[in-house]
């Protein structure tokens, strides 16, 4: 409520309101004081647990590390290789005579690819697939030859009036998702499209075969297929396995991808090898190396900030947002704990030993030199070390984990100050509620005291100019 104050009034409502209203809300001040300290602790907790969970990643890292590989290949353009968990470190030499390939097969021409193909009675085409054996082959037909289904089952489609040209049949075939690839091929003869099917899977048991049931005969005619009997179809390329040779010892691969030829190590074939090419398995140093040095760089980021947000007010320095808080003073305490307890089970226990060590400000450093002679020397060791139950990343990222978990210090620091800003929240709602009701109290109680004060004056110059007029007249 507004109070204009004028000639006739005592003194000005709205400022004296206004004033008596700032002392009545130091109160909420101090509330919303609290409530905004605590929010900038709980975003600081938000920092914090960021860099908990790079440092476990961290942690994580260094650890998993250890169990990486390289192969490298002397012939890359023959073939690469990936080295996993598994695989052990050595030379290796490889040979590859024959890659894999998948069947492809061949229609006769056609002068339209749209032009309808029978009169459209339904045919059925069911499509398997299989091992050609024996027999001859001569211009891309067998003869003599059998087929062996593969056990993977036969799929189907139908081919009518809706999509009997060649257009039709092959967007039918890749529409059905078949394991055959279909495509229109222009040969530039008097009679160019040509259906050509390709098995999307090699290996010599991803031959096809191909059975016309129904219709006027004109499908069958075009694309019935069966190297042990009837072919519509002429082949182009056969299916076959990859062959090459480990160390001198024979293998098949029905996919260019060849795992576990070598322990731990799947190979890519790309070409054949005039001369057998050499495959080096190493650990992965580098890797390690790097994740070491992340580790580092993880663990002074999150060691910095606790220490800063942590830290009481000296030498004119503010205080930490999260000064005295009891969460970090643990989260601390379980640090220090964890790197002052050694490893077990091996020569190594500490962390100094392969490169890892604090300065006396409190920052880890990263002899890279150390590290990477610990692990050509030692490696059994620095992974006890490191990647045991006992071990310093196990331990670490596990505590990261924890601090992270539900019901974790992070977590648990973080709903305490939730409720806190909560409280005191509703605190200052129901105190604002009576802000208002006490403001408009004061306003009433001195507008009427304002009006009061009007009439007494009004009252007092009446009565004077009465006074003065009776003393005149006297």
Do not use: H
């Amino acid at each position: 409520m507004a109070i204009t104050a004028s000639t006739n009034t005592a003194f000005d409502v709205t400022t004296l309101v206004s004033q008596l209203m700032a002392v009545e809300r130091r109160p909420i001040e101090r509330l919303n004081t609290l409530i905004s300290d605590t929010q900038a602790k709980i975003s600081s907790l938000g920092t914090l647990s960021s860099l908990v969970s790079s440092f476990q990643s961290a942690a994580l890292g260094l650890r998993t590390s250890l169990e990486k590989f390289t192969a490298t290949a002397s012939d890359s353009g023959a073939l690469t290789a990936n080295a996993y968990s598994t695989a052990v470190p050595g030379n290796y030499s490889v040979n590859v005579s024959r890659l894999a390939q998948s069947q492809s097969v061949v229609a006769a021409g056609q002068a339209s690819s749209t032009a309808a193909i029978g009169d459209g009675t339904p045919t059925t085409l069911s499509f398997d697939f299989g091992t050609i054996s024996g027999g001859t082959l001569t211009n891309g037909v067998y003869s003599g030859a059998t087929f062996t289904a593969n056990g993977s089952g036969s799929a189907s489609i139908t081919i009518d009036a809706t999509n009997n040209s060649l257009e039709g049949i092959r967007d039918a075939i890749n529409a059905a998702k078949l394991g055959i690839s279909a495509t229109l091929v222009n040969d530039g003869s008097g009679t160019p499209y040509r259906l050509a099917l390709t098995s999307t899977s090699t290996g010599a048991n991803s031959s096809i075969r191909i059975t016309a049931s129904g219709g006027d005969g004109a499908v069958a005619n075009l694309l019935a297929y069966d190297p042990a009997g009837t072919q519509k179809l002429t082949q182009t390329q056969a299916a076959q396995n990859a062959s090459l040779t480990v160390n001198g010892i024979a293998i098949s691969s029905a996919s260019n991808t060849v795992r576990d030829a070598i322990q731990g190590v799947t190979l890519t074939l790309r070409n054949t090898t005039a001369t057998p090419a050499s495959l080096t398995v190493a650990r992965d140093t580098a890797s390690m190396t790097t994740a070491a040095n992340s580790f580092v760089d993880a663990y002074n980021a999150l060691a910095g900030q606790l220490k800063s947000r942590s830290a009481y007010g000296t030498d004119g320095k503010p205080a930490g947002v999260l000064a005295g808080d009891s969460a970090l003073r643990l989260m601390q305490e379980q640090l220090r704990n964890i790197f002052l307890t050694p490893a077990s089970g091996g020569t190594l226990s500490s962390l100094a030993q392969v490169g890892i060590a604090f300065q006396r400000e409190g920052v880890l450093t990263f002899d890279s030199t150390k590290f990477t002679n610990a692990i050509a020397n030692d490696f059994a060791d620095v992974t006890n070390l490191l990647a045991s139950s006992t071990g310093f990343a196990t331990r670490l990222e596990q505590w990261g984990s924890t601090t992270l978990s539900a019901g974790g210090l992070i977590q648990s620091r973080t709903k305490s100050l939730n409720d806190y800003v909560k409280d005191r929240t509703d605190e200052v709602d129901r105190l604002e509620l009576r802000m208002t009701a006490l403001q408009k109290r004061y306003t009433a109680e001195y507008t009427n005291l304002n009006l009061l004060l009007g009439r007494m004056n009004t009252t007092s110059t009446f009565l004077t100019q009465q006074l003065l007029t009776s003393q005149k007249n006297d």
